[in-house]
């Protein structure tokens, strides 16, 4: 608890967690999580949960309150709301992953590094129901901020959001709730459960290099314009494609591996039953066509 905050002033301590994807690209909920969210009221999830499984386990710590994220198991997506409005000690929050419903208008908002314009679409979807407290994820990078009157929490992540990144830094918060409605939150580190971690952003700097301090780029460098031509290719927005690369990361999102090569790249995706016979042909010249010398 931060030792500016008088305990009998406390109305609620909230465990907040986002963007798990299991087990597509982590394999199980690290155990330091329970751990910190030992003795809170309330567990809320931020969305990109991944199985439902998920849930139930968090629900050892506490009650859960979720909502689906935009990179999502069927299950997920089904059972879950985009956004959730809880009223704590007469104070709104708004629990949501923060991308938005549209798929053209998210890849839109991705354009950009300046920071400004992606607290703005928060506060104005907090505002819009009233809450003075918004929590959400999507973005990876953990901060909590003050934006148009709307305290914005993001808990950061544990697992990556890309087939092509390891999240080298995963990380929850605690959200402490006064009786004035005035958010306390700490962030923490599970690599360090004990201590609260650093989660100060350099605004000005921009989203990327906020980004580059939880998540590292693993294949090879002469695999980047291949990544980049599968990201724009007809695939683009199938989830078999990124299934495939992402059974390919495993070892590399959990740090088992270090760099993803080319030829394991293609193996992977020779391997893959996703796809046609034809359409593993075109995959597979399509990386091999644009591999960097």
């Not at 990144?165 to 962030?187: I, K, S």
Request: aromatic share 8%.
């Amino acid at each position: 608890m931060p030792p500016a905050l008088a305990p009998e002033r406390v109305i609620a301590c909230l465990g907040l967690i986002s963007d798990t994807h299991m087990p597509k690209r982590w394999p199980q909920l690290p155990p330091a999580v329970f751990d910190v969210f030992r003795g809170v009221d309330l567990v809320l999830h931020a969305g990109d949960v991944g199985r439902l499984w998920v849930l139930d386990e968090l629900s050892a710590a506490a009650p859960v309150v979720a909502v689906h994220g935009n990179d999502e198991t069927d299950e997920a997506q089904r059972e879950l709301p985009y956004q959730q409005l809880l009223t704590l000690g007469g104070h709104r929050l708004l629990l949501c992953h923060g991308h938005l419903p549209d798929r053209e208008a998210e890849m839109a908002s991705r354009i950009g590094d300046d920071w400004r314009p992606k607290l703005a679409q928060r506060a104005a979807q907090a505002r819009r129901a009233g809450a003075r407290l918004m929590v959400f994820g999507h973005l990876h990078v953990p901060f909590v901020t003050q934006h148009d009157g709307v305290w914005l929490v993001n808990p950061g992540a544990i697992a990556s959001g890309s087939a092509f990144t390891r999240q080298t830094r995963q990380t929850v918060a605690l959200l402490y709730l006064r009786d004035d409605g005035q958010p306390f939150v700490v962030h923490v580190d599970l690599a360090r459960p004990d201590w609260p971690c650093d989660a100060a952003v350099e605004w000005e700097a921009g989203f990327t290099a906020a980004l580059n301090r939880h998540e590292a780029f693993f294949p090879d460098p002469r695999l980047r314009p291949a990544v980049a031509a599968l990201r724009a290719s007809r695939f683009r927005f199938e989830r078999r494609l990124w299934a495939a690369l992402s059974r390919i990361g495993m070892p590399y999102f959990t740090g088992e591996k270090s760099v993803l090569g080319a030829e394991e790249m293609l193996a992977g995706i020779e391997a893959a039953d996703e796809f046609s016979v034809v359409e593993r042909a075109e995959l597979l010249a399509l990386v091999r066509d644009h591999l960097a010398e």
